[in-house]
């Protein structure tokens, strides 16, 4: 660690400037910076004073106080109306109060962490771009509600006017309007003479400055005012700010507010989170049994989305995404609201289980990884979808709603990305296991918590949308239990505050992806326990039902979806036997006596007779008439059946002509007769050209390899690695010691080597990469580009693994991932 100046307490010294004080930071408060303001790491500033140039920017800043909790943000708006530097007896009142007294450091040391204050603690300054965002103006209130300062608002004022003012106020005359104002600003701020002054004011002209005094101080006045705005106009407490428009001052609406109501720069101040509520309290052990059994019908649910899709996917609209009629038939396929229905479709599409087929008649179907999915055990499976639902930025909720241009947002379309939602949806789970074991809050307590602590991350509406889905999806997925965290949900969540947690910059590079792993595990094996077992059996009954009293076995649940109908789930499922399932499964190739087989097999009750007569009644039926390909035929040994038939005007569409007595012809094809033929109420079966019969069934599709969609945060490129911040810090320092020691700082920061590239073997090159990731040393590269052109580069590589390394490149002056296959050689360099 390179040592700086602590910025600890009293002891940090007076600095000039922004840059000055981030030069004497040392490592660790670099490090946490750029970790809490991650667009100033893409790309790599060339040193410190760069880095502070773009740390004031507009844009830099906005999204710095997106990421401020209320009582930060508070204390920033009273920094804005404050004289820069402000002592800190001016701040104290401006956030008055025993807890705002106790919470202010903290607060001051998260806007000096972010770099939005700098300067002595006992002066701080508040960064001039969030003064100019945060000030009170005519176009842009502020939530202080306060209007400009005295000064601002006697621009408007002639001079002959304000030495009016400074007479009828009791205040002897000055020779200039600047003075002027100052004099009256010392009036104001005055807490006795204030407090005098207001004494004297009619009553209806103190209702006319608390009308004001909250905001918005603009207030419209008649060409000629009443007495009771008159007396304010003469004294300065209301001053013209635009013809027929008058503005009350800042010196006196704080004046006025700490005189009568013992109030600051906020009617409110907010510096204490919300309590989060329990709503209820139930026992761990509930919570995880109810998690899991979620968990395992979220499994169910996804792999009958999936095997739906895998033989009749749905076409993807023009625009991208799913048809309104597709996920309304989604949602009936899984007996869920149609937004749930969305959620599994979206929740299946980011683990990389689902993906459009790319053909001309594009369709979604069930991607390769689909299969490798259903071979691992169940707590593996549903790792990759908590996973992936962690990680998305896609927001399922949204589906249904409208984008600013009046477009539907579809499923599995485009325009679902919202940046800040897989941070929200991780800051929600932080905030449910603070909570004791068991514990279910209060859906309105985690959106009050949620509103204060990330006040300005996205607009209300949406922030309270995505807060609410959250909770709802980590019911449905088994994250949360009766509303409570379930166990191995917060092992796999880990623990410790990624604000806080600092890592020693020669730490080994896979210890994150290590503990990451280990708690993927150890989440794995806490669901498994809470898993229920899967039953290879089901309970029949005599009115043609059968009731499976939990989970069934894939292979169970797989053959019950064929032969029977799904009536109800829940805690136990029941299935109906109907001449159409049983229908189903003769076409699927079930003989009677399998069917028969499988019944008395899987039931622990006997089989009932109006079941066995069920079945043996099909399959007497079944087959009579044979449709082959002609187009198509259709033949029966019955002569009267075929009769009936071709007087049934319901089948008038499908043209048939006979050829033969046993023989009828179509013009549609075998698959498309024999669903007309079902809907007529008949139980045609399919045959081959030797007779026998077949079943038409699609195949199951699957798309070419695809990979899973990457999440769009809205900080593009920012990698917090622990490690690469140490090599950005690094980076900073020594192009900083080469601008203050170089006459040019324009010029490299690092001295390229000459000569021709390096030329080492892959061993020899691994080798010196591994080796200076570990130590932190530089290193030459020689490297061929995807274009086939041969160049150099002075690399501080900080992770080699899976075939790539990746560091800070010093010739590029950027981090960069460069693939080992494509680099000739290596040599380290001297530091």
């Known amino acids: 660690m390179t040592p700086g100046t602590s910025g600890a307490g009293d002891a940090r010294p007076h600095h000039r400037t922004l840059a000055d004080e981030l030069r004497a930071r040392d490592d660790e408060e ?29 844009v830099s800043v906005l999204r710095a106080l997106e990421r401020l909790d209320t009582f930060a943000l508070q204390t920033a708006e009273a920094l804005a109306v404050a004289p820069q530097p402000c002592p800190r007896a001016a701040l104290d009142a401006l956030l008055p109060g025993p807890d705002c007294a106790r919470q202010l450091p903290h607060a001051l040391d998260t806007l000096r962490r972010h770099a939005l204050v700098w300067g002595a603690p006992t002066a701080p300054r508040l960064v001039r771009t969030a003064r100019e965002l945060l000030a009170p103006t005519a176009e842009r ?52 003479r204030m407090t005098a002054l207001l004494d004297q004011a009619p009553d209806r002209s103190l209702a006319v400055l608390e009308r004001l005094l909250w905001g918005p101080p603009y207030g419209s006045v008649p060409a000629d005012p009443g007495p009771d705005v008159r007396w304010l106009l003469d004294r300065g407490l209301l001053l013209p700010h635009t013809p027929g428009t008058v503005v009350l001052p800042r010196e006196v609406a704080l004046g006025l507010r700490a005189d009568r109501h013992g109030a600051g720069a906020h009617r409110e101040p907010r510096p204490l989170p919300p309590e989060l509520a329990g709503r209820a309290h139930h026992g761990p052990a509930s919570a995880d049994a109810a998690a899991g059994t979620a968990a395992l019908a979220a499994l169910t649910t996804v792999d009958t989305l999936l095997t739906a899709w895998q033989t009749d996917g749905p076409p993807m609209l023009r625009s991208g995404g799913l048809g309104v009629r597709d996920l309304k038939r989604a949602a009936v396929t899984l007996d869920v609201p149609e937004p749930e229905a969305a959620f599994w479709a979206e929740l299946a599409y980011a683990a990389g289980l689902l993906a459009s087929d790319g053909e001309a008649d594009e369709r979604y179907a069930p991607t390769p990884a689909y299969d490798d999915w259903l071979a691992q055990p169940p707590e593996r499976r549903w790792l990759r979808l908590a996973n992936a639902w962690l990680a998305a930025t896609r927001v399922p909720a949204l589906v ?11 499923a599995l379309g485009p325009g679902l990305d919202r940046g800040p939602a897989a941070e929200l949806r991780h800051r929600i789970l ?221 089948a008038a569409a499908l043209r048939l002509r006979r050829i033969a007595p046993t023989v009828l012809v179509c013009a549609a094809p075998p698959d498309t007769l024999l669903e007309r033929l079902r809907e007529l109420g008949l139980a045609p079966a399919a045959e081959a050209a030797d007779g026998a019969v077949v079943t038409l069934g699609a195949a199951a599709r699957r798309t070419p390899p695809r990979t899973a969609p990457h999440p769009v945060p809205d900080v593009s490129g920012a990698d917090t690695d622990p490690a690469l911040l140490a090599a950005a810090v690094r980076a900073l320092r020594a192009g900083d010691h080469a601008a203050s020691a170089a006459p040019h ?16 073997s892959a061993a020899e090159t691994l080798a010196t990469l591994q080796s200076a990731a570990r130590s932190g040393a530089l290193v030459w590269i020689g490297y061929v580009g995807a274009d086939g052109i041969a160049g150099q580069r002075v690399l501080a590589p900080v992770r080699v693994e899976g075939g790539f390394v990746t560091g800070f490149d010093h010739t590029a002056e950027e981090i960069r991932t460069y693939p080992l296959h494509r680099i000739t050689g290596s040599h380290p360099l001297a530091p």
């Not at 670099?30 to 880095?51: E, F, H, K, V, Y």
């Not at 509406?461 to 709802?472: K, P």
Request: charged share 20%; with cysteine.
């Open 430 to 650: 932080a905030l449910l296991a603070g909570l004791p074991p068991g514990t279910a809050p209060e859906p309105g307590a985690v959106q009050a918590r949620i509103r204060w602590e990330l006040p300005r991350r996205m607009p209300e509406e949406l922030r309270t949308q995505i807060t609410g889905a959250t909770l709802v999806e980590a019911e449905h997925l088994g994250i949360t239990g009766r509303g409570a965290l379930a166990s191995f949900a917060r092992s796999l969540l880990g623990g410790g505050d990624h604000e806080e947690a600092h890592a020693d910059e020669h730490a080994d590079e896979h210890a994150d992806e290590r503990e990451g792993r280990a708690r993927a595990d150890n989440a794995g094996k806490l669901l498994a326990a809470h898993l229920p077992t899967p039953l290879d059996h089901f309970l029949l009954q005599a009115d043609l039902t059968a009731v499976a009293p939990g989970p069934l076995e894939r292979d169970l649940a797989q053959a019950m979806a064929v032969a029977a109908e799904v009536e109800s789930t829940g805690g136990a499922t029941v299935y109906r036997f109907t001449p159409h399932s049983v229908r189903r499964a003769l076409d699927a190739g079930w003989s009677a006596a399998e069917l028969h087989a499988f019944l008395a097999e899987r039931s622990r009750t006997p089989v009932p007779q109006p079941l066995t007569y069920l079945v043996d009644d099909m399959a007497r039926r079944h087959g009579q008439l044979r449709v082959g390909a002609c187009t198509s035929y259709l033949r029966c040994d019955d002569e009267t059946a075929l009769t009936q038939l071709m007087a049934d005007r319901r």
């Open 745 to 760: 700082p324009a010029g490299a920061r690092v001295p390229e080597p000459s000569g021709l590239p390096p030329r080492t």
């Open 400 to 410: 249904g709603s409208r984008d600013a241009k009046g477009r539907l947002h579809a």
């Open 30 to 58: 670099l490090a946490g910076l750029l970790r809490a303001r991650p667009d100033l790491i893409s790309p790599l500033p060339s040193d410190i004073s760069q880095l502070a140039t773009r740390a004031a920017t507009r």
């Open 141 to 192: 209130p502020s939530p202080t509600g306060l209007g400009p300062t005295l000064a601002e608002a006697a621009g408007r004022v002639s001079p002959s006017r304000m030495q009016q003012l400074l007479a009828t106020a009791g205040l002897p005359t000055t020779h200039d309007p600047v003075s002027a104002a100052a004099a009256l600003a010392a009036l104001f701020t005055d807490a006795d």
